[in-house]
């Protein structure tokens, strides 16, 4: 099983932007993802790459403003946000999935970090 370690999160004005970084030891999984929770709402899939080939998806609310990455030799997945809104205040998880399979679907997964708060003010 892999380990997963994010950072990156923090406080930050409406429009401005943050970098998450998701650490990874262990076993190289197939796919990496970010997900994140909003207080009183379901946890929601955000970003996913695979780790080879590097293809991604994005959910609608963040495309064009959220860059998922890999960094291969540091075994580490970066999410680059930009344009940043309340509406994406949430604790973030980064998730490794080890075969590929349904990249919303949490149940998919197979470990967790355990996430990093994300506050955009207005």
């Known amino acids: 099983q892999v380990q997963l370690a994010e950072s990156g999160g923090g406080l930050v004005q409406a429009g401005g932007s943050l970098r998450l970084s998701c650490a990874a030891s262990?076993?190289?999984?197939?796919?990496y993802s970010w997900f994140r929770q909003a207080p009183g709402k379901e946890r929601e899939f955000v970003a996913a790459?695979?780790?080879?080939?590097?293809?991604?998806q994005y959910a609608e609310s963040v495309k064009g403003r959220f860059t998922i990455s890999r960094e291969d030799v540091k075994n580490t997945i970066h999410l680059q946000m930009n344009s940043l809104k309340p509406e994406d205040t949430a604790v973030y998880y980064c998730?490794?999935?080890?075969?590929?399979?349904?990249?919303?679907?949490?149940?998919?997964?197979?470990?967790w970090g355990r996430g990093t708060q994300v506050t955009v003010s207005s």
């Open positions: 790459i695979s780790w080879s080939g590097g293809s991604t």
């Open positions: 262990g076993r190289t999984n197939n796919r």
């Open positions: 998730a490794a999935q080890s075969l590929l399979s349904n990249f919303r679907s949490i149940e998919s997964y197979d470990s």
